[in-house]
């Protein structure tokens, strides 16, 4: 190449710079301007998030992952059942396996929903019975057997070089506890459970539960066990001094018709030592009346009311139950129980409670026919004395 030619190169090459700057600066303006739009579509993405945050977060719009509530489907379709009859959404209802097994009886009537069970069984447990301090079992048989070993071994002192002799074995009882079948019939007319204000489940656990406590208490202290829970004062009565496996045993106040505060004394001391820890008065309230104005030979109350709200009184340092079924003072009545009613009477019950809505026998009421299976019975006799107001 000559000298003469450089400058026609050098000529060539700037038209092909300019081309290669007016490239780039066409790209970078593309680029910016797609960039530009990229951070807007960004911006108005984030803004639509923020504003469904905004109404998830409502108080009237629920959470998309609230939990669902399990009871609210039953306890529909139960109210349509008691108020019209309609059993087609309980039958089709399924059920969870941990709530209930089924949702229909084998009879035709329906398990009460949760939400009035729970009502009902804390009204039983609130009432002034002996199933407050009594030991009480969930069974799903026609019976409950408790097994009670009520007799000691033999044992003796032996030589070094005598022989052996046989003691005394012990044996084993079996006292069974039949399930018996309670019921209620509250009626209410069909033009009340028409009304939408009335509260149905709460007039039916009320009236239900009003009359399986009052049938319930007085069966557990005085039932003859036909049909009935067996109560504790059924069983024969022998004095404590004399007392044998099957009878309770009780104290003499000495006095026709009348105790003193030494004869509370003497029938707290007639119970065991093992079963005094857990030990409990039972009485009504006129028998209470005569015991708080009892005192000791240093002129101290023997009753004590309980330091906080809800604690029952006691006597002697033990709780009493007031239980209206008791008898009243009199005459060689048994009107006090003390014991451990835990270990010495047992409440056996099936858990379910059934409805059965009957609009035809009674029109134009309609009526529910409630039942419930328990049963009751003395499970350790040596658990609980008695004071008989007597001379003898």
């Known amino acids: 190449m000559s000298k003469t030619d450089v400058p026609a190169l050098a000529g060539e090459g700037v038209p092909l710079v300019q081309e290669v700057k007016r490239a780039m600066a066409g790209f970078v303006s593309e680029f910016k301007g797609f960039q530009a739009e990229l951070e807007i579509k960004m911006q108005q993405t984030e803004e639509r998030l923020t504003m469904l945050d905004r109404k998830s977060q409502l108080a009237a719009r629920p959470h998309l992952a609230a939990s669902h509530d399990e009871g609210a489907p039953h306890q529909k379709a139960f109210d349509a059942y008691l108020r019209s009859g309609d059993d087609d959404a309980l039958r089709g209802l399924v059920l ?12 035709g009537g329906f398990l009460v929903d949760p939400q009035t069970a729970e009502r009902i069984k804390a009204v039983l447990h609130s009432t002034a019975s002996i199933r407050s301090i009594a030991s009480v079992v969930n069974v799903q048989a026609n019976s409950f057997d408790v097994l009670i070993d009520h007799t000691d071994i033999g044992a003796g002192w032996a030589d070094e070089t005598a022989a052996a002799t046989e003691t005394g074995t012990p044996s084993i009882d079996r006292i069974s506890i039949p399930l018996h079948e309670l019921s209620a019939l509250p009626k209410a007319s069909q033009r009340l ?18 009359k399986f406590a009052r049938a319930e208490a007085d069966s557990f202290i005085n039932g003859d066990g036909l049909n009935k829970p067996r109560g504790f004062l059924n069983h024969p009565k022998v004095a404590n001094d ?6 309770l045993g009780y104290v003499a106040s000495g006095v026709a018709g009348g105790i003193d505060a030494d004869d509370v004394v003497d029938l707290v001391y007639a119970l065991g030592a093992q079963y005094r820890a857990n030990g409990a008065f039972v009485m009504n309230s006129k028998t209470a009346g005569v015991i708080r104005k009892l005192k000791d030979a240093d002129g101290r109350f023997l009753w004590s009311d309980g330091l906080a709200a809800g604690e029952p009184a006691r006597l002697m340092g033990y709780p009493v139950v007031i239980a209206e079924d ?12 003390f014991g451990d009613f835990g270990a010495g009477y047992t409440v056996a019950e099936r858990p379910d409670l059934r409805v059965l809505r009957d609009p035809f026998s009674a029109k134009p009421h309609v009526l529910f026919y409630a039942t419930k299976r328990v049963g009751g019975d003395v499970s350790d006799f040596a658990a609980i004395k008695l004071l008989k107001f007597g001379v003898a």
């Open 326 to 337: 008791m008898p009243d003072p009199a005459t060689d009545s048994y009107s006090i129980a």
């Open 242 to 247: 004399s007392w044998a496996w099957g009878s």
């Open 96 to 107: 969870e396996g941990k709530a209930m097994s089924t949702a229909i009886n084998s009879d």
């Open 193 to 210: 459970l028409d009304d939408s204000a009335f509260d149905i489940e709460g007039w039916l656990a009320g009236r239900i539960a009003d």
